[in-house]
């Protein structure tokens, strides 16, 4: 069994930041890429940002520059540092990971989800 825990969404004005967490656990052999998703009301699901196990990023055009990716591999952790907060950023954050649950293969995995809302 694998799980990913998010924490950190929440209701923040535009301008304002949050700092997204997601704690991956269970049976892990390693970890692969990790990312954020999101999901608004009526829109597909969207990759906001990524990183891969040796810390190679790649963003959203929509977040460049405000955004921020990390990863703590000892604590199978990844973050998203969210600053310059507008209303279109408004929606459901999702975590994934690529994980390996031994050496033969590897699955994907989501979080719950967290809502991350901007007022204006």
């Known amino acids: 069994q694998v799980q990913l825990v998010e924490s950190g969404g929440g209701l923040v004005q535009a301008g304002g930041s949050l700092r997204l967490s997601c704690a991956a656990s269970?049976?892990?052999?390693?970890?692969?890429?990790m990312g954020w998703y999101r999901q608004a009301p009526g829109k597909q699901r969207e990759l906001v940002a990524a990183?891969?196990?040796?810390?190679?990023?790649n963003y959203a055009d929509s977040v460049k520059g405000r955004f921020t990716i990390s990863r703590d591999n000892a604590k199978n952790t990844v973050y998203l540092q969210m600053n310059s907060l507008k209303p279109e950023d408004t929606a459901v954050y999702y975590c994934?990971?690529?994980?390996?649950?031994?050496?033969?293969?590897?699955?994907?995995?989501w979080g719950q989800g967290t809502q991350v809302t901007v007022s204006s």
């Open positions: 269970g049976s892990i052999f390693s970890i692969n890429a």
């Open positions: 990183i891969t196990s040796g810390g190679s990023t």
């Open positions: 994934n990971a690529n994980i390996r649950r031994s050496a033969d293969n590897s699955y994907s995995y």
